[in-house]
T-cell receptor, first 112, second 114 residues
Framework: DAKTTQPTSMDCAEGRAANLPCNHS???????VYWYRQIHSQGPQYIIH???NNETNEMASLIITEDRKSSTLILPHATLRDTAVYYC?????????????FGTGTRLTIIP | DAGVTQSPTHLIKTRGQQVTLRCSPK?????VSWYQQALGQGPQFIFQ???????QRGNFPDRFSGHQFPNYSSELNVNALLLGDSALYLC?????????????FGQGTRLTVV
């Protein structure tokens, strides 16, 4: 699985959009980009994933650059409950490979 | 739907002892993975079970073993506990399908080895 690079920490004002970047310059054509978050003392929570097209769900949007070497997770209207560690993960999604390789993630703090 | 449930939530063991952690996957899920998360670190993959067999394994010693039952629930066993085994142990379940699937995590078992 390709390696990802994320900033160690970020702050965002409550109500504003939180934009979390991730670099994955060695990503291969059949690897997906996944985002998970972990609120203190809880298990990681799935947010979104994508291959090459931008994706949106009720939690967030995922923007993947055309060359697929980087992506941005967007939380459109951040709330205090979005304070968490956010993990960007690149993973082969062939049948039988469910392993997630977590890095150290980005600690996002939402400021009131 | 109860989601992924793990038991116990907390556990204290003595060095050298053995421990068994349990996981019930989300309804409809057939694959269970186990992760170890040390304080301040991201979760590290231990192994994965599908159809009652270990299919993938991370860089963990043989002291870590597991089992999956016909109802898809799973156990993680750790023998000869070391102080360094103190961590949050997470179980994740998913359903096998081509093209990517999200894993659902339980709340974890906090193991303290003294």
């Amino acid at each position: 699985d390709a390696k990802t690079t994320q900033p160690t920490s970020m702050d965002c004002a409550e109500g504003r959009a939180a934009n979390l970047p991730c670099n994955h310059s060695t990503i291969s054509g059949n690897e997906y980009v996944y985002w998970y978050r972990q609120i203190h003392s809880q298990g990681p929570q799935y947010i979104i994933h994508g291959l090459k097209n931008n994706e949106t769900n009720e939690m967030a949007s995922l923007i993947i650059t055309e060359d697929r070497k980087s992506s941005t997770l967007i939380l459109p209207h951040a709330t205090l409950r979005d304070t968490a560690v956010y993990y960007c993960i690149v993973r082969l999604s062939n049948f039988g490979n469910e392993k997630l390789t977590f890095g150290t993630g980005t600690r996002l703090t939402i400021i009131p | 739907d109860a989601g992924v449930t793990q038991s116990p939530t907390h556990l204290i063991k003595t060095r050298g002892q053995q421990v068994t952690l349990r996981c019930s996957p989300k309804s409809g899920h057939d694959t269970v993975s186990w992760y170890q998360q040390a304080l301040g670190q991201g979760p590290q993959f231990i192994f994965q079970y599908y159809e009652e067999e270990e299919r993938q394994r991370g860089n963990f010693p043989d002291r870590f073993s597991g089992h999956q039952f016909p109802n898809y629930s799973s156990e993680l066993n750790v023998n000869a506990l070391l102080l360094g085994d103190s961590a949050l142990y997470l179980c994740a379940s998913s359903h096998q399908q081509v093209g990517g699937t999200e894993a659902f995590f339980g709340q974890g078992t906090r193991l303290t080895v003294v």
